[in-house]
């Protein structure tokens, strides 16, 4: 037994020494940063539900693909519907840096004959009329990942944490463009972020408190959005419509 023990001990001490180090977590913001390269981009898709009264209901469905230019999102093609309504026939939106151009939805009826296609400013970052109410916070963006990275609590899988709309439009140009339809400054976003192996945000799910609502005769609302990214660096190319297709003014 006491030729024994010596051995056993040396046998867990190479044991210990030869035990993989835990890799350190990969930093999401490097990680998006290696992939925004010009002429390519990722794919989403996403839903946005509306909460109040103990009830929560499927508003939009969104989905497309952003493309990227040198460090930014530089253009994006989505198409969104709404789950019920008159509107709920598919919206597309194309954007190329400041102009939109969207067809279907509730634009169908509005166009001049021959036309498809309404031309406009992209004022609404999650695309036409369905982009009202669309993800407040943009994972693809290196300056808004670093937020919530900071201000987030670390899990096994990702981040989680809260913002307010001002803390976090001070950071995110995509933000300040969207503007949240009825949020005030101090509104909180809470977040949960989800990483893959690469480090690469795989899903973002946010929720946001649209007390406006109220002051317009309707109800306290809280809109939940849940986005996810595929294909992370595969290849894209968004063009505009074919001009001829195009009109910048609306029948009705």
Not at 67 to 73: A, H, T, Y
Not at 80 to 106: C, D, M, Q, V, Y
Not at 201 to 216: C, D, F, N, V, Y
């Amino acid at each position: 037994m006491r030729l024994l023990l010596p051995i056993i001990v040396a046998g867990s001490a190479v044991l210990i020494a030869s035990a993989p180090a835990q890799a350190a977590p990969k930093d999401p913001v490097k990680a998006v940063k290696a992939h925004l390269v010009a002429g390519h981009g990722v794919r989403f898709s996403e839903t946005v539900k509306q909460v109040g009264d103990g009830t929560s209901s499927l508003i939009v469905r969104r989905s497309g693909t952003l493309q990227f230019g040198k460090g930014k999102v530089v253009a994006s093609d989505v198409t969104g519907t709404f789950a019920s309504g008159k509107g709920n026939k598919p919206e597309r939106t194309i954007t190329i840096g400041r102009t939109s151009w969207t067809s279907g939805g509730l634009y169908r009826s509005g166009l001049p004959k021959g036309k498809t296609w309404y031309k406009g400013s992209s004022a609404l970052a999650g695309g036409g009329i369905t982009g009202l109410v669309t993800q407040v916070v943009d994972a693809a963006e290196p300056s808004t990942l670093a937020a919530l990275v900071k201000n987030g609590k670390r899990g096994k899988s990702g981040y989680s944490g809260t913002l307010t709309i001002k803390e976090l439009a001070k950071v995110s140009r995509s933000l300040r463009a969207a503007k949240p339809i009825f949020a005030a400054p101090d509104t909180d976003i809470r977040y949960d972020l989800t990483l893959d192996r690469k480090g690469l945000p795989s899903r973002l799910s946010t929720s946001w408190q649209a007390a406006g609502l109220a002051a317009l005769g309707g109800e306290d609302r809280t809109y939940k959005v849940e986005t996810r990214y595929r294909g992370w660096g595969a290849k894209v190319s968004i063009k505009p419509p074919p001009a001829a297709k195009t009109s910048a003014k609306l029948t009705r």
